[in-house]
């Protein structure tokens, strides 16, 4: 069973930025990609980018584009996401998971981090 480490997050001021780790310990990492979500009080998961394992293919929503970067070092079993440019509306708790194959549910969540963007 594949596990999901997150690490980094924190507090930061508007404009800065953070960078989040997701290191996959267990059986050696397979997925069709690792994504990222948030979730704020109140609010269902959202989607926010994601990376095919293999090809590096990324997706984001338009909301992150141009500030946030995701990437992955193969031989680590590691992704990371890179916030720039932070605003408070990217305040929330972000999770790394991976999504087996194209179409199927995300899943090997890992524990959340608090990323907390002051104005």
Excluded at 4 to 15: I, Y
Excluded at 34 to 40: A, D, P, S, V
Excluded at 67 to 91: H, V, W
């Amino acid at each position: 069973q594949v596990q999901l480490v997150e690490s980094g997050g924190g507090l930061v001021q508007a404009g800065g930025s953070l960078r989040l780790s997701c290191a996959a310990s267990g059986r050696t990492f397979s997925a069709y990609r690792m994504g990222w979500f948030r979730q704020t009080p109140g609010k269902e998961r959202e989607f926010v980018c994601a990376i095919t394992w293999s090809g590096g293919i990324t997706t984001y929503i338009d909301s992150v584009k141009g500030r946030f970067t995701i990437g992955r070092d193969n031989a680590k079993n590691t992704g990371y996401l890179q916030m720039n440019s932070l605003k408070p509306e990217d305040t929330a708790v972000y999770y790394c998971a991976k999504q087996a194959s194209y179409g199927v549910n995300w899943t090997s969540w890992g524990q959340g981090n608090q990323v907390t963007v002051s104005s």
